[in-house]
């Protein structure tokens, strides 16, 4: 029936369709319509069906797309069709990412233009500049309460800087990831200001509500995000002597997606910044999307479906375009933003790897690989048109967000194991360096997070104190362990900026009024240049790390088992204290790769003759390839050295 209704309206919506646009050369916009608008028609409708303006709504969508469409440059479009042709592109093993600030890596993005030379250093070719669009000042959220989603915060520039930045990137076939803040706007952004003053129009962008009777119900089943900085979910506007819902902070307001219209107004901003050259968007909280009394109002069936419609309505203007999920949530939950019972992705292309993220951390402290394996045993495989992002750290805390399950099944009790990490990560156990600090602590559920710098986290800030060349080696170690595991695992590998060459905690946050609250800014630093000249001079700690990042990095792009197509399995050994698995080239003519991590700070042993290595490698001489050379081996046994790591070809 839908096929039908959906033809029917799609020849209206054409015959409407405002004479400007039609007048425009619409071809392939036209095809790629005509192909996605059964899905399209079929998602608006279940979101939206009951309205009485959905005709109405669903011209308005189309208007939008055709707009953009036109809007988009030749060049863009060229670029459209080349990936449409390559459509696995982004699963290959060259893409390298790295996510920064604009101003804290180098002032602005003027500077960040002139700073190309040092991704081309590196090796990285994919770039994540976290939010730049207006905030205000003092209520940012690090640039995720929005106040103008369409202009770029003077702070960074202008929007024709964004643009010099996207040309001078493309160039170099860097590509540009940009944030938009789909789940919430800041309270000064023009809809608030005018649901504020009244307009009921702007009201119905937000969850606003004349009392407390509706949060009342909702807040009993809504968890807390910042529960320090910010607890419950509604605040009260004193102007509009309402109640608005505020999940994050409360300057942030949170979207009404069962208004068609602020699925609309987002779309067409998704849009806009993928006319502006922006390769990717990363979708921010994209879990939040949706809102049931009742429920967390996390990972709701709706939330899903709002995903769905944003890709299809990106298939048709933009279809070069990828989408990060960014959904910080349970494992099983996390996989679903790729969408459901799909070969391809239909929702998000791309998704964080927040398990293998924190459990990565759990093997760092524990020194044992139990949990990890476990862990990532329990995730179903990726769909095939879709990848990871696989990341060490990021701007934000790390949530020991892995199942409960699993780490019963390894034998611990999830309630003292998580209490462990967070005194392991803060400093609070006498055996730790590691110098963490307690974010988001939540007093009623015992829920704590952790801020801190990779380097510091690992140790590197005690070591450098304590002037033991012993204690900085095993700190050095674990940074560059933990990228081999995010450039070999499968999925675009994205470093944070700086931890290649071993910052440390920041404190200068302390002394922001605006910031002092909240401990995510102890790893959000200005880039330290002349720290980053020392890695070219001969042994220095910034050489090590940079240097051998720079040749992980290099061999990766080499290696064809490295793209990702499901071409990974993991490989169970006895001793604990290793994470093994191999990566095999998906044709399966080329060799395939063993990758070995000893997370314990002794030496540990591997029976090469364990069947699945040697399914794996063959018989012949083994190699490492991040080294080149051959590595230990006694009474027939590979020796890993401490916290160390190989990458095992034959
Ligand atoms: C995201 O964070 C951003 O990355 C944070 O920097 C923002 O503060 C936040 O949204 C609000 O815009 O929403 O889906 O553990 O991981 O807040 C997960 C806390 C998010 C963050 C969580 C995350």
């Known amino acids: ?23 425009q050369e619409l071809r392939h916009f036209y095809t790629r319509l005509g192909a996605n608008f059964y899905s399209i028609y079929s998602l608006f409708h279940l979101l939206y069906g009951e309205r009485r303006d959905f005709d109405e709504q669903a011209q308005c969508l189309v208007e939008i797309m055709a707009r953009q469409y036109i809007n988009r440059s030749e060049k863009l479009k060229r670029k459209d069709i080349e990936r449409e042709k ?63 989603y369409r202009t770029v915060d003077k702070k960074f520039g202008s929007n024709e800087d964004l643009c010099a ?11 540009l990831t940009l944030d938009v803040v789909v789940n919430h706007t800041s309270d000064e952004h023009e809809w608030a200001k005018r649901a504020r003053n009244g307009e009921k129009k702007y009201q119905d962008y937000y969850y606003v509500f004349d009392n407390r009777k509706v949060p009342d119900m909702f807040e009993k089943t809504l968890p807390e995000i910042f529960p320090e900085n910010s607890p419950g979910n509604f605040t009260y506007d004193e102007e509009m002597k309402k109640w608005v819902m505020t999940v994050f902070n409360n300057y942030q307001w949170d979207l009404n997606y069962s208004n068609p219209a602020v699925f609309i107004e987002m779309l067409d901003i998704i849009l806009f910044w993928a006319n502006q050259g922006a390769d990717i968007i990363r979708l921010d909280a994209v879990a939040f999307l949706w809102k049931k009394i009742g429920s967390a109002s996390q990972n709701e069936r709706e939330a899903h479906l709002i995903l769905q419609l944003m890709k299809d309505c990106c298939q048709v203007t933009a279809p070069g375009v990828l989408f990060i999920a960014e959904a910080i949530v349970a494992p099983v939950e996390i996989i679903k933003y790729f969408g459901e019972d799909a070969i391809n992705a239909k929702e998000c292309e791309i998704a964080y790897n927040a398990t293998f993220m924190a459990l990565m951390w759990d093997a760092v402290a524990t020194k044992n690989a139990s949990l990890l394996y476990q862990g990532l045993r329990s995730l179903p495989d990726k769909l ?4 990871w992002l696989n990341y060490v750290r990021c701007h934000d805390d790390i949530g020991l967000g892995f199942d409960d399950a699993d780490i019963r099944a390894v034998d611990y009790d999830p309630v003292n194991h998580r209490k462990f990490l967070i ?34 986290l690992v140790g590197l800030e ?32 994205l470093l944070y900026y ?21 401990t995510r800014w102890t790893h959000r630093p200005n880039f330290n240049w002349k720290k980053a000249e020392l890695r070219h001079q001969s042994g220095t700690i910034e050489q090590q790390l940079f240097n051998t990042i720079k040749k992980m990095i290099c061999v990766r792009k080499e290696t064809h088992a490295f793209a990702d197509f499901n071409n990974r399995e993991l490989i169970h050994v006895e001793n604990p204290h290793l994470f093994v698995f191999s990566r095999f080239d998906h044709s399966r003519i080329l060799g395939s790769i063993v990758v070995v991590v000893n997370f314990d ?17 063959g018989h012949g001489d083994i190699k490492d390839l991040i080294s080149g050379t051959t590595p230990a081996m006694f009474n027939g046994e590979l020796v890993i050295p401490a916290y160390h790591y190989y990458w095992l070809s034959v």
């Open 462 to 493: 005690v070591a450098l104190a304590s002037e033991d060349p012993a204690r900085i080696e095993n700190a050095t170690r674990h940074i560059l362990l933990l990228h081999s595991l995010i450039l070999s695992f499968g999925g675009i590998p």
């Open 1 to 23: 029936m839908y096929e039908q209704v959906s033809h029917s309206l799609l020849n209206e919506i054409m015959t409407r369709l405002n004479p400007e646009i039609k007048q």
């Open 423 to 456: 005194d392991y990560y803060t400093g609070r156990f006498s055996d730790s360096d590691a110098r963490g600090f307690p974010f988001g602590q939540n007093h009623a559920t015992g829920d704590v997070r952790i801020s801190g710098s990779l380097a510091s």
């Open 498 to 518: 700086g931890d290649e060459i071993g910052t440390l905690n920041d404190i200068d946050f302390l002394n922001d009024a605006n910031k002092a609250h909240d």
């Open 86 to 148: 390559d459509h696995n592109w982004f699963l290959s093993q060259k893409w390298v990412g790295m996510a920064l600030y604009a101003d804290g890596f180098a002032g602005d993005l003027k500077g960040l233009t002139d700073k190309v030379h040092y991704f081309q250093e590196l090796g990285i070719n994919m770039i994540h500049v976290l939010p730049i669009l207006q905030c205000p000042v003092g209520k940012s959220d690090g640039g995720y309460a929005v106040s103008d």
């Open 165 to 175: 930045l996207s040309d001078a990137l493309k160039q170099q076939d860097i590509l």
């Open 384 to 387: 095939a048109r879709a990848t």
């Open 601 to 617: 700070a002794h030496p540990q042993h591997l029976d090469l003759n364990h069947s699945q290595i040697r399914s794996a490698l």
